[in-house]
């Protein structure tokens, strides 16, 4: 059996018409459903100006319609159903499962949800000094070895807790006033393998599982889906090129410039530099914040159409067990 769904608003100018689609619809055997969008925001965007509007079938009709077009739908849909019933999608066609609420529930809070985690990812991170420093080793360990598999975690490029300084950047940064990663560590930057398995002491703290820039870049990622669902997914997606300018670029030229420092031996010629924890938290947030915007609105137009489809079943679901 179909379902013949009327979405209205109270405003509408064609409020009579919507009883002689009701009339037609059980007539011609189909189970009528009303839906008022009023105060839904997702439904007064997708039919604004446009309602009422009818779905049956693949068919959509809005206002202005006259009764023998409703009646052309209902037939053509009735024809395409023909001898093709199958009584376990019928069973499912009145039937809202367990998956089916939870997936609902994805696509009206996915940012929140995505957020959460993100957030939960970075602020975990902080979790290992802590652990260090209550003297839990095996237990910190057990966290920097999970996180080394999404950060090089470079002492000179992490923040430390618990410590003199809240970092200590190598001598090629030139940031004076600061204890140096050689003079705190006694190594030299460029011996990498050292540097990712120095997580600090006693006198200068603990490293982060995560270093400065990935911690500004999970962390603005995850503000801006909050940001993002607190606007009622209203934000419109940001251009591709305005997300390269803003977002890549800015990283790209801050992260690669500093290769030709990490090595020894590296061909001649090359500037050689050290990015900043504050250029490296800048153009975090950028790439963060940038792809942020780039990406839940892409997301939203192709989680809407499952979200609306989802919805309009639970409605007839709800409507058809009241009566």
């Known amino acids: 059996m179909r379902t013949l769904s009327v979405y209205y608003s109270q405003k509408d100018a064609q409020g009579e018409v ?22 839904d925001q997702q ?35 009735l024809y395409q159903d023909s001898g093709q019933e199958d009584p376990q999608l019928e069973k499912r066609r009145f039937t809202f499962s367990l998956q089916e ?9 996915y940012p929140w949800f995505i957020s959460v985690v993100i957030l939960l990812f970075v ?42 300084q809240p970092f200590y950047p190598r001598e090629l940064a030139h ?17 990498i393998t050292f540097a990712r398995n120095f997580r600090g002491n006693g006198r200068l703290g603990y490293k982060t599982a995560l270093c400065q820039r990935d911690i500004a870049i999970y962390g603005s990622l995850g503000l801006f889906g909050i940001i993002f669902a607190l606007t009622g997914k209203r934000i419109k997606v940001l251009p591709w090129y305005i997300w390269i300018i803003v977002a890549i670029v ?42 942020g915007w780039f990406m839940y609105p892409l997301m939203e137009e192709s ?7 989802l919805q309009r079943k639970k409605t007839v679901v709800k409507q058809i067990s009241a009566k």
């Open 18 to 39: 919507r009883e002689e689609v009701k009339k037609l619809t059980e007539n011609l055997g189909l189970v009528y459903v009303e839906v008022c969008v009023d105060g």
């Open 43 to 77: 439904l007064e965007e997708r039919y604004q100006q446009m309602t009422p509007v009818v779905l049956v079938g693949p068919y959509r009709i809005h206002a202005p319609f006259t009764l023998p077009e409703v009646e052309v739908a209902i037939k053509a849909t």
């Open 101 to 109: 609420r939870v997936t609902l529930w994805f696509t009206r809070f």
């Open 123 to 164: 602020g975990l991170s902080f979790l290992p000094p802590i652990l260090m420093k209550s003297g839990a080793e095996v237990a910190a360990n057990g966290f920097y070895k999970f996180y080394s598999v999404f950060c090089h975690q470079l002492a000179y490029r992490s923040y430390f807790l618990f410590g003199i």
């Open 175 to 191: 940031l004076s006033d600061l204890v140096t990663y050689e003079d705190a560590s006694g190594m030299p930057a460029e011996n």
């Open 250 to 291: 800015p990283i790209g030229l801050d992260g690669v410039s500093q290769l030709p420092g990490l090595a020894q031996g590296w061909p001649s010629g090359l500037p050689i530099r050290e990015s900043t924890p504050l250029l490296r938290t800048i153009t975090g947030m950028l790439f963060g914040l940038g792809t």
């Open 303 to 309: 989680i809407k159409e499952a979200r609306f489809a």
